[in-house]
Each structure stands twice: as C-alpha cells, then as structure tokens.
Nanobody, 124 residues
Framework: VQLQASGGGVIQSGGSLRLSCAAS????????MGWFRQTPGKERAWVAV????????YYIDSVKGRFTISKDNAKATLYLQMNNLKPEDTAVYYC??????????????????WGQGTLVTVSS
C-alpha cells in the first residue's frame, strides 16, 4: 500500500486548505484512516480519524467544527478539509491507513502505512 499526501501550503490565518491522500494497492474501502500532524520536537499526534466504513469520524477538540475528514472509496482518496485555520495548526500533516481491531484508532501504533507528509503553514 502506498499513500501520497498533497495539498499543504502557506495560508493566512482564517483561510482554508484541503489535504488529499491518494492510496494505491490494497482494498481502500477496508482501511481505517487518519490524519496526524507533527511539529519540531514533538511526537506525531492524531488530528482526525475515520473508520473503515467512512461513517464514524473523530476529531481532537481543537479542530472540531473547523476540520472535516472524509473518505472517497471510489477514488481511493482520503481528505481533510481545514477551515478557519489558525497559526497553531502549523505542522507537517501525515495520512495513515491500517486495520485497527475496533475499526478505527487514534493511536499511531495501530496504523500500518503512512504518507510522506505535507507541510501546512498558517501565518498570523
């Protein structure tokens, strides 16, 4: 399985970006997937995850109401729509795919495949 993340860039505070993660190999519809982010000196942490069916989605508190994760099985692509971006959202964003035992997970350890990361920089 290969994941290719894209869509990052430099954006002013309050702006919007949509990240994409195109998957190849495997059966995309079976994957639980997630978006994680990492800043220098900190561990990679979950931002939004979605279960294999695409029905159940979970978000960290700081992005609820601003970010939306979605999964297009026909296009084998994961998305993260990010609205009202804030400087504290600045990070490298990674997409991930796997088969967590309960169908979704916020744990880095339960994902088997990772995209290469895409940098999001939000200026104030």
């Amino acid at each position: 399985v290969q994941l290719q993340a894209s869509g990052g860039g430099v954006i002013q505070s309050g702006g919007s970006l949509r990240l994409s993660c195109a998957a190849s190999g495997g059966i995309f519809s079976n994957f639980a997937m997630g978006w994680f982010r990492q800043t220098p000196g900190k561990e990679r942490a979950w931002v939004a995850v979605i279960d294999w069916s695409g029905v159940k989605a979970y978000y960290i508190d700081s992005v609820k109401g601003r970010f939306t994760i979605s999964k297009d099985n026909a296009k084998a692509t994961l998305y993260l729509q990010m609205n009202n971006l804030k400087p504290e959202d600045t990070a490298v964003y990674y997409c991930a795919a796997g088969f967590p035992p309960v169908g979704w997970s916020i744990s880095v350890a339960e994902y088997d495949w990772w995209g290469q990361g895409t940098l999001v920089t939000v200026s104030s």
